[in-house]
């Protein structure tokens, strides 16, 4: 395999590609270790900043980078729209330069407008940008965090580490993904990452919430969720994101569930080695029913220690210098 | 010593017009042509304007211009707007109404028109079809048609509401002006920022389907056939909408359509780094509607090449995708990208291709404006209006080096042949050697 040259940026899954998300797989498992310890703090990054700039409320995904930024110890900016200078009418393009300017390595963006990392990207003349999640286009970071959570579970299920898996686990894995695929960033990220590992990736929503032109995406679509079920080996439920619009996309949030919500009798279609994850936040009784989020199949909680992993793994291969990388301990 | 009135001649050219392309010198005395043939002697005293290797056109007219002004100076103002216009071979612009106030009455006509006064091109301001283009009710039509307002429409947005546009149809049939339709459901459209397609999944951008246009150029077909208004189409983007118009007129029926350089050459896969100056309405589309509407240019169906000349200041178009203005400036660089894209592949253009080309720039787009004085021809006794393009001069766009106020140009850093050298406002230069002279 060539060696892999990191992205200035994170902006997509696609500057990682399947080398990418196979170092940062194995970086994240490195850094799982850290976390086990009894002080989970390394020196990797010490000295780098790293800036969130969270234009759109979201606890968990900044909590889940600075508390990576932080066991690797960086130093970090957080930057809070609600009261920052951009309610005084500060462009978004002159805060980032203001970020920057008070020497910030890393910046995190989280915007409700899809592309907003992208635009910062050209603006920025030292710092990398990583998308925390933008619009309905992508959230590369939550991908990388289930793909780490499902080979997880492969390796336990196999008595193996999950770094020897490698990614080839991934290929001809039947993924299905189900839910309010067209205004999810998740699902963007999602079907980039498992379809570049060489997963087979399927799409259930109702006709209003898939994609447009979803038949130029690498994916198949499923009709009928019955029948899909049965035939997967992994479960990716979205939240309907009522904040998008997407409330009025259904007649009901009864028909919805009835029709797309992994119900408890639905859950019963399913093998019992069928991997169950949910991005958060859940809404339990919508697409996912109170009791299936809590069977074992389900993995949320592994997603979310995942993220924090798997964000350190991001930071540390964007800002890390190769000495230090070299350094890393595998495995 | 009397000074007599202005004495102008461009020699050397060869001349385009409704009448013909012929090997032709202009004499002009003030504000009118004089003379035209072929190795005439200028007389003494006059002003040579050299032509040669160029092609002497009447000056284009420009069916769709956003000069901001009342209300957003900061982007555009008549005389920013009327400079890039001449630079670009104009001697005519429609200005839209959609300014702040809109022109809905008479007061802001009066207004736009005293500030054109000395503008470098002729400034034919549009009216508002209903109070405030908020879509309820007709604005004062008839008080805007006595000063002069030949072309009525809504533009930024469509009529939304079949009843009040049938109304507005059958009162402008009436008062013999026609009305422009900016062809957008808006319903349909549903808030999109971009075409809806492979692009929009992919970037997850909302987007707006032609059928958001082509639902509302046939209703309004419709509704030219049931009142006998004249109706014009602006801006289309899609094949569909081509398709319409031309069944509609192969019916005979009173409409007409425009379309820009930018949906005749750009398509929505620019819109891949998220960059708003590729954001516009109707969005650029794919490559099939870009081949229908060149098709559609080349068969008849469109009358017209138009700008939609939307100048937007810097700051705006560095917003998020979702929140920036839709809009691009095209005023400099229209009649040299269309040029470029319907012509410049024939080593020798015909005299009918030349003739049909400068046809969409001149004589229809001033018919459509109801212009007397605009669209040639170049003939004896015409008021002086006068393109002077040279078809192989080469030079690249250059963002920052616009007349314009604004920097929206999608064009920057392209490599354009064809370039206009003079442009003559009734008679007196406004344009020399692609540099305007105030």
Not at chain 1, 255 to 278: D, F, P
Not at chain 2, 76 to 103: H, I, W
Not at chain 2, 218 to 237: N, P, Q
Not at chain 2, 410 to 437: M, N, Q, W, Y
């Amino acid at each position: 395999m060539t060696e892999f040259r990191a992205p200035r940026h994170l902006l997509s899954i696609d500057d990682l590609g399947a080398n990418g998300i196979r170092e940062a797989m194995s970086l994240a498992e490195a850094f799982a270790e850290v976390e086990r310890r009894v002080i989970p703090k390394v020196p990797a990054l010490r000295g780098k900043v790293v800036a969130t700039l969270f234009f759109e409320d979201s606890t968990r995904t900044r909590l889940s980078f600075e508390s990576a930024a932080k066991r690797l110890s960086c130093d970090v900016l957080t930057f809070n729209a609600g009261t920052s200078s951009l309610k005084k009418g500060e462009s978004l393009r002159d805060t980032v330069e203001v970020i920057e300017a008070m020497g910030a390595d890393a910046v995190v963006i989280r915007h409700s407008c899809s592309g907003t990392p992208v635009q910062v990207s050209r603006w920025v003349s030292r710092a990398r940008v990583i998308n925390g999640g933008d619009g309905s286009h992508e959230h590369p970071t939550q991908a990388l965090a289930d793909c780490l959570t499902v080979r997880q579970v492969i390796a336990e299920r196999q008595g193996v580490e999950p770094d020897s898996l490698g990614v080839e686990c991934f290929n001809g894995l039947r993924v299905l993904i189900v839910g309010d695929i067209a205004h999810s960033r998740v699902a963007r990220s999602q079907v980039l990452a498992y379809t570049t590992l060489g997963a087979r990736v399927t799409l259930c929503a109702p006709g209003t919430l898939l994609p447009g032109n979803v038949e130029s995406w690498p994916v198949g679509v499923a009709g009928d969720l019955d029948a899909a079920i049965k035939e997967t080996d992994v479960v990716s439920l979205l939240r309907l994101q009522r904040e998008r619009g997407s409330g009025t996309y259904v007649p009901s949030l009864r028909e919805y569930t009835q029709g797309w919500g992994l119900t408890a009798r639905r859950a019963s279609l399913l093998k019992k080695e069928t991997i169950i994850t949910h991005p958060g936040p859940m809404v339990r009784g919508v697409e996912i029913a109170s009791d299936v989020a809590d069977m074992e199949q389900s993995v949320v909680k592994r997603q979310v220690t995942n993220g924090v992993a798997v964000r350190m793994a991001v930071l540390f291969l964007l800002l890390a210098t190769s000495d230090a990388r070299g350094g890393i301990q595998r495995g | 010593m009397a000074e007599g009135p202005l004495k102008l001649c461009v020699m050397g050219g060869t001349l385009v017009d409704s009448t013909g392309v012929r090997r032709g010198d202009v004499c002009i005395t003030g504000d009118v042509i004089v003379e035209v043939g072929a190795d005439l002697e200028p007389p003494a005293g006059s002003t040579v304007l050299d032509a040669s290797g160029c092609l002497v056109t009447p000056g284009l007219v420009d069916l769709h211009t956003h000069l901001r002004q009342p209300g957003a100076e900061e982007a555009e103002t008549v005389e920013t707007g009327s400079r890039a216009a001449a630079l670009g071979g104009y001697t005519a612009v429609v200005a839209m109404p959609n300014t702040d106030p809109p022109v809905d009455n008479g007061a802001v006509v009066a207004e736009v028109l005293e500030l054109s006064k000395n503008a470098l091109v002729e400034v034919g301001v549009a009216g508002a079809i209903t109070v405030g283009r908020a879509g309820e009710r007709l604005s004062l039509m008839r008080e805007l048609a006595a000063l002069g307002v030949k072309l009525f429409t809504d533009d930024g947005n469509g009529v939304q509401d079949g009843g009040l546009m049938r109304r507005a149809c059958e009162y402008a049939a009436g008062l013999g002006v026609t009305l422009a339709q900016h062809c957008e459901d808006e319903r349909i459209a549903g808030y999109g920022v971009m075409n809806e397609g492979v692009w929009s999944s992919k970037l997850g951008l909302r987007g707006t389907p032609a059928a958001a246009e082509d639902t509302m150029v046939a209703r309004d077909i419709s509704l030219a056939r049931l009142t006998g208004a004249k109706v014009h189409f602006m801006h289309l983007s899609c094949a569909s909408s081509v398709e319409l118009v031309r069944l509609a007129k192969a019916e005979g029926l009173s409409v007409t359509a425009e379309v820009t350089p930018h949906h005749m050459v750009l398509t929505d896969d620019l819109v891949r780094d998220y960059d708003p100056v590729f954001k516009v309405n109707p969005p650029l589309r794919g490559v099939d509607d870009v081949a229908a509407i060149r098709r559609g240019l080349r068969d008849g169906t469109i009358d017209a090449i138009a700008t939609d000349h939307a100048p937007h200041s810097p700051e705006s178009k560095q917003l998020p995708f979702d929140d920036a203005p839709p809009g691009m400036i095209g005023l400099q660089t229209a009649l040299a990208v269309s040029y470029d894209t319907l012509l410049s592949n024939e080593n020798h253009p015909s005299f009918s291709q030349l003739q049909e080309f400068f046809a969409l720039f001149t004589s229809r787009p001033a018919r459509i404006a109801g212009l007397s004085a605009q669209g040639g021809p170049l003939s004896k006794g015409s008021i002086a209006n006068i393109c002077v393009f040279d078809p192989d001069e080469r030079w690249t766009v250059e963002s920052d080096s616009q007349a314009s106020r604004s920097r929206n140009t999608p064009f920057a850093g392209r490599s354009l042949k064809g370039r206009v050298r003079h442009c003559i406002l009734r008679g007196e230069p406004t344009v020399v050697d692609a540099v305007a002279l105030r």
